[in-house]
């Protein structure tokens, strides 16, 4: 059964700062993954699609990386802004005929 | 096609009530899935939908819960006898099939947020 985890559960960065979300998978044999961003009370926006052939995805100042034979993605946001703060949620589907499974999330708050 | 359509938006309920929530998913999407989100953690699979054939039901559909897609476009998701346990953001997302396009990636609605008093 496939797990997903993301770490760390809540990040706190001052404005402009760097940083690395990180989610891992237990069953490397994913077909595709997704990183999602929700803000409080709403739904999800997708943010990036890395498919098992490829190695990473960029939208913006948002990069996300894929390893599948360890099991790894981070998501690098680039000079984070406070309108950055929310959750950040990683997600993987086996096949084209499974769901996604979705991490807990990592909940990011940047402060001005 | 905007995206991903979900009505309504919060629902209050009594316990004991029965409740349905609708999706409208995108249009030119085959698949159309249900979460469940509770605070805190990430959304759980319930259930999908190829066209109008249900594929799949987790084990927390209960029998308590049905989905159903009737002509392959909207779905509606049916809780009987609500209990306290099932308030929680219930989501809805559409995707293409693999294959179909490089991009099969899952689009989500806004969510119902429901809240069994």
């Known amino acids: 059964k496939q797990e997903v985890t993301q770490i760390p559960a809540a990040l706190s960065v001052p404005e402009g700062e760097n940083l690395v979300l990180n989610c891992s998978f237990t069953d490397s044999a994913i077909y595709n993954l997704q990183w999602f961003r929700q803000d409080p009370g709403k739904g999800l926006t997708s943010l990036l699609l890395?498919?098992?052939?490829?190695r990473e995805q960029t939208s913006g100042r948002l990069n996300a990386s894929l390893d599948k034979s360890s099991g790894r993605s981070t998501l690098y946001i680039a000079a984070s802004q406070p309108g950055d703060s929310a959750t950040y949620l990683c997600a993987v589907t086996n096949s084209g005929n499974t769901p996604l499974v979705f991490g807990k999330g990592t909940r990011l708050s940047v402060i001005a | 096609d905007t995206g991903v359509s979900q009505n309504p938006r919060h629902k209050i309920t009594k316990r004991g009530q029965n409740v349905t929530f609708r999706c409208d998913p995108i249009s030119e999407h085959n698949r159309l899935y249900w979460y469940r989100q509770t605070l805190g953690q990430g959304p759980e699979f319930l259930t999908y939908?190829?066209?109008?054939?249900?594929?799949?039901k987790s084990r927390l559909l209960s029998d308590r819960f049905s989905a159903e897609r009737p002509k392959g476009s909207f779905s509606t998701l049916e809780i009987q006898r609500t209990e306290q346990g099932d308030s929680a953001m219930y989501l809805c997302?559409?995707?293409?099939?693999?294959?179909?396009?490089?991009?099969?990636?899952?689009?989500f609605g806004s969510g119902t947020r429901l809240t069994v008093v």
């Open positions: 890395i498919q098992s052939s490829q």
């Open positions: 997302a559409s995707s293409s099939l693999p294959g179909q396009g490089f991009n099969y990636g899952y689009t």
């Open positions: 939908f190829q066209n109008e054939a249900q594929l799949e």
